[in-house]
Each structure stands twice: as structure tokens, then as C-alpha cells.
């Protein structure tokens, strides 16, 4: 999504955002279900102009490799500290290139957020990419404490619900304590008794978009 009145000779910033397993698929529809509605509004589009972007990750794949153990109310995820890149995620950095050559992006205010497998591959993608993103916003998502260091040059806003059956809240918990001692600039918001659908919580915070969009590299 282009802003509004769009000048193609002009800067602006780029916000990335990733959806979650739900939405997977190649119809380029189902991945704006959750959030795109919130950057579409005409006041937030004539408040923060910038380009959007809704990338679709294919079905039966993902946005980081993570492993899964057990099943049911029993399942653990497997967050791995350094792994090969899904082909998902390569074909992501290579949208993100392509974006940078074909459009005038404000360098220092590029941004990422993701909603549950996108939530981890917020992580993912700034782990791997460690001075790209001024701000990164993971919703219910989760990744390897030990990467910590490589996301100490982004501000963050995590968000999760406490009663998350799906991606349970102490992935989200784990990542924040480990940031924390990295002395990262991280906001956390825990929503008591809301489960996996914490990005309706995250998309109604007032001051979402504004802590967004002021972030600068």
C-alpha cells in the first residue's frame, strides 16, 4: 500500500509486517485479515504516510525454521539459536532488496511486526538482518533467548496474552528478560486473561503507530 498522494520522487518509511500460519497460502487476500484494516485507515495513512507491505509466506511453510516437540496442550517449540534460513524468509530479504532498488525508502525508518509465526519471524528477520530496522513490534510470537545480542540496534513492543493456548505467553516473557539484560529499549505488554488473539489487544493500543512510526536509526 502506497500512501497516499504518493510522490515517487520522495522518501519514505517502510513498514513490514508478517502474518501468521492462519493466513498462509498464495491467494495475496488472507494475509491482510489481521492488521492491514488498522494501516489502511485515512487517518492513520494521512498521519503516517509511509509504504506498507503484507507479504504472503506459502502454505506447510514458515517465516523462521522452528522445531516442534510433543503435541496438543503438550507442544513445545524448538527456537534455535542460529539455523538455515526457510526459503520463506530468503524470498522475504529478497522482497526487501527489491523494495530498497525500486523505491525511495527512508533507510533509517524501515520497520517490521508480525502476528504469532510472523511474531517469530519478527525475530528471525532482525536477527538477521541486526542494523535494518529502526522498530520491531512481535505479537504472541517467540524466538531463542541467545540471540539477544543481535537485536540490541531496534526498539521493541512485545505483545501477549496470558492465557495463550497456542504459543503460550513465557516465549514472549523469556525473550524480554534476555533483551532486557542486553539494556535493548523494549516496551511489554501482557494482556491478563486474553488468549492467542493478542493482536486485537496490540492493534487497539492508542499509541501503537505513534511509538512506530517515531523510531528512527
Known amino acids: 500500500m502506497l500512501p497516499k498522494n504518493f510522490d515517487p520522487t520522495k522518501k519514505y518509511p517502510l513498514l513490514l ?34 509504504i506498507v507491505v503484507f507479504p504472503q509466506c506459502r502454505a506447510n511453510s514458515s517465516w523462521a525454521r522452528i522445531g516442534v516437540e510433543g503435541g496438543g496442550a503438550d507442544r513445545e517449540f524448538v527456537f534455535y539459536e542460529k539455523s538455515k534460513p526457510t526459503q520463506d524468509m530468503l524470498l522475504l530479504e529478497g522482497l526487501l532488496k527489491y523494495l530498497k532498488k525500486n523505491y525511495k525508502l527512508k533507510r ?26 529502526a522498530a520491531a513490534f512481535p505479537i504472541c510470537g517467540g524466538a531463542n533467548p541467545k540471540i539477544g545480542k543481535r537485536l540490541r540496534k531496534s526498539s521493541w513492543w512485545v505483545f ?36 492467542h488473539n493478542s493482536w486485537d489487544n496490540a492493534f487497539a493500543e492508542p499509541e501503537l503507530l505513534t511509538w512506530i512510526f517515531s523510531k528512527s536509526r
Not at 18 to 45: I, K, P, W, Y
Request: aromatic share 8%; charged share 20%.
Open 160 to 195: 501477549h496474552g496470558t492465557d495463550d493456548k497456542s504459543v503460550p505467553e513465557r516465549y514472549s516473557a523469556q525473550m524480554v528478560e534476555a533483551m532486557e539484560k542486553e539494556g535493548i529499549n523494549i516496551k511489554y505488554s501482557v494482556y491478563p486473561g486474553v488468549g
Open 17 to 50: 509486517f508478517l502474518h501468521g500460519s492462519g493466513e498462509r497460502g498464495n491467494d495475496n487476500t488472507s494475509q491482510l485479515m489481521h492488521g492491514a484494516s488498522l494501516f489502511a485507515q485515512d487517518e492513520n495513512r494521512n498521519a503516517h504516510p509511509a
Open 108 to 133: 533509517d525508518q524501515l520497520y517490521v511486526g508480525g502476528l504469532s509465526m510472523g511474531g517469530m519471524g519478527t525475530f528471525e528477520l532482525v536477527r538477521r538482518n541486526p542494523r535494518m530496522f
